[in-house]
């Protein structure tokens, strides 16, 4: 009885660290190994690390992609096949390649045909199409590699299974979005069911940038029966047999890792996108302004849970609006978190401000210009404390906020990452409450009710004026996120919108909000993306734009 045993490494790369993406599939080989393995596979472009983006346009790091392979292909010279993905060039054509690297070179080469062009990806922009390969010859089988996206298709897995394969390997780069799993489940069943064929679907797993790629590789037999599952967001390698039997080859029943459900993911998300920011771009603590409000709460809890308690400096920046209730609050989470707490009170600066514009100002009203000042000191301070220690400032801004621009440029937004950029507000206090319910090996903050209760029910307050209400300035957020969601992540017309009950001049006001911040938006830190329309390379508007819906410029007179 013929038997091929192939090794999955599911496995973080890091952009541009090509010797050390190397390193990585190194260990995975001598895993393979020892395991007896007659191949092992790495994801898509793991050893140039993705989303490259421009970076692959660079001829000289593409010849180093190249150069770093063959010392690879020399270092797994004796022993088991090595699949791995990189950018290649052909004469003047870039290509996103799959090679196969056995007896120390290059045994197969395997090109992309389907370019992903939507979303977050420009695969167009940066690399030509490839023909459609036929299956390698590897061991006792034939093998089918479609990449990626040419797995989402069925042409190229009905040429491969036509031509003679007898197993199909997808590597991937798929970033996670709320629902991806299922979208990908149903896609390869399709290509299981069409070509007879059984299916591997591999996945890389870490954060880049905005994108979390979640892992949770897996292996269809035919007819689509799930056998293997691998986890989400973890590095993991599994040791896969294939059995050719009457009918063909199938796989033999391996680990079945728990999926969670979509809060958790998300919340997993968050934390392993700002670890992996963090550890891919060198800083090893943060700080942020914990105000004693939900969102700094939940960014506090985040962060202590990705890089632990120990290395997050919260501050308080009070000034004469800032609340009883909420200097204890914010005591309350850095203490229940076991995070240091500083205080900064900004009443000084910000009367040496005043006093300074005070000859400009004379004759004005009181406006939002004063109340802005208070925040962009705290920004100022913020900086200031990041630049003297180190520690990367994390903005704490939710999607609501963000997209109808509550918040203040060159203040609460200045910082290098924001975890919760992507989170709309009644998913803040959803997600509160569950890690105060939840707790898992990967955090590295305390178990138990971490964000106090009040935190998480009093009314929300950017607290720059006395008495001083979000719901002030914004529709109540249950009304604000539903119209964000259908202008935002649906595209929905103002009909549409109208149709669920909305108030005209509700929707009148968001829209314009949200096209009139497309400037801030464009200055902000970048964040967890958690949906396929998240604020950069998701939805992509013009900074300047006079567009409004027709129906919302109507007179309902």
């Given at each position: 009885m013929n038997r091929f045993r192939l090794t999955l490494a599911q496995l973080n790369p890091t952009v541009g660290d090509l010797r050390g993406n190397a390193a990585k599939a190194k260990a995975a080989w001598e895993q393979a190994k020892a395991a007896g393995a007659d191949m092992v596979a790495l994801p898509e472009m793991f050893l140039a690390g993705y989303q490259a983006q421009d970076l692959v346009m660079k001829p000289a790091f593409v010849i180093d992609c190249q150069v770093v392979l063959e010392e690879l292909a020399a270092a797994c010279a004796d022993?088991?096949?090595?699949?791995?993905?990189?950018?290649?060039?052909?004469?003047?054509?870039?290509?996103?390649?799959?090679?196969?690297?056995?007896?120390?070179?290059?045994?197969?080469?395997?090109?992309?045909?389907?370019?992903p062009n939507f979303n977050v990806f420009d695969e167009e922009r940066y690399f030509s199409s490839g023909d459609v390969n036929g299956p390698i010859g590897l061991g006792p089988l034939r093998l089918g590699?479609?990449?990626?996206?040419?797995?989402?298709?069925?042409?190229?897995?009905?040429?491969?299974?036509?031509?003679?394969?007898?197993?199909?390997?997808?590597?991937?780069?798929?970033?996670y979005f709320r629902g991806k799993r299922e979208m990908r489940l149903t896609h390869m069943v399709s290509r299981v069911v069409e070509t007879g064929l059984p299916l591997v679907y591999l996945n890389m797993v870490g954060g880049q940038d905005d994108q979390v790629f979640d892992g949770g590789s897996f292996v269809l037999n035919p007819h689509g029966q799930l056998v293997v599952q691998m986890p989400v967001f973890?590095?993991?390698?599994?040791?896969?047999?294939?059995?050719?039997?009457?009918?063909?080859?199938?796989?033999e029943a391996g680990e079945m890792a728990h999926l969670p459900d979509d809060w958790e993911q998300d919340y997993h998300l968050m934390v392993l996108s700002l670890r992996d920011y963090l550890r891919k771009s060198g800083f090893s603590k943060v700080l942020l302004g914990l105000s004693g409000g939900i969102d700094s709460a939940l960014v506090a809890t985040i962060a202590a849970d990705a890089i632990g308690p120990e290395n997050v400096r919260c501050v308080m920046l009070p000034s004469e609006y800032t609340s009883v209730h909420s200097l204890e609050d914010a005591e309350a989470v850095a203490r229940n978190l076991g995070c240091a707490l500083d205080s900064v009170p900004i009443a000084g600066p910000r009367a040496a401000v005043t006093e300074a514009l005070a000859p400009l100002f004379e004759g004005t009203t009181p406006d939002t210009t004063e109340?802005?000042?208070?925040?962009?000191?705290?920004?100022?301070?913020?900086?200031?404390?990041?630049?003297?220690?180190?520690?990367?400032?994390?903005?704490?801004?939710?999607?609501?906020?963000?997209?109808?621009?509550?918040?203040?440029?060159?203040?609460?937004?200045?910082?290098g990452y924001n975890p919760i950029k992507d989170l709309y507000?009644?998913?803040?206090?959803?997600?509160?409450?569950?890690?105060?319910?939840?707790?898992?090996?990967?955090?590295?903050?305390?178990?138990?009710?971490?964000?106090?209760?009040?935190?998480?029910d009093k009314p929300p307050s950017a607290e720059l004026r006395e008495d001083q209400k979000d719901e002030d300035s914004l529709p109540p957020y249950p009304v604000l996120d539903r119209i964000l969601e259908m202008l935002v992540d649906e595209e929905a017309s103002f009909e549409e919108i109208l149709a669920e009950g909305f108030a005209i001049e509700d929707v009148r006001r968001v829209e314009h909000l949200l096209y009139l911040s497309e400037y801030k938006r464009f200055q902000s830190a970048p964040g967890a993306r958690l949906t396929r329309s998240a604020f950069w390379l998701d939805r992509r508007y013009p900074i300047v734009n006079r567009w409004r819906d027709p129906i919302g410029r109507r007179n309902t007179e």
């Open positions: 022993g088991p096949a090595l699949g791995i993905g990189l950018p290649w060039f052909e004469g003047a054509e870039l290509f996103n390649v799959y090679v196969v690297l056995k007896g120390g070179k290059v045994a197969a080469q395997i090109v992309k045909h389907h370019l590699i479609p990449i990626c996206e040419d797995a989402w298709h069925p042409d190229v897995c009905e040429t491969l299974a036509e031509t003679g394969a007898e197993l199909l390997l997808v590597p991937n780069g798929s970033p973890e590095e993991a390698i599994a040791h896969v047999d294939f059995v050719e039997g009457g009918d063909g080859w199938e796989a109340e802005n000042i208070q925040s962009r000191l705290r920004g100022l301070m913020l900086m200031a404390l990041s630049n003297k220690f180190g520690e990367m400032l994390l903005t704490t801004g939710n999607k609501s906020e963000v997209a109808v621009g509550y918040a203040t440029i060159y203040g609460d937004m200045a910082g507000k009644m998913r803040v206090f959803e997600t509160c409450r569950w890690r105060n319910a939840n707790h898992r090996d990967w955090m590295l903050a305390p178990s138990g009710e971490v964000i106090p209760p009040r935190v998480i």
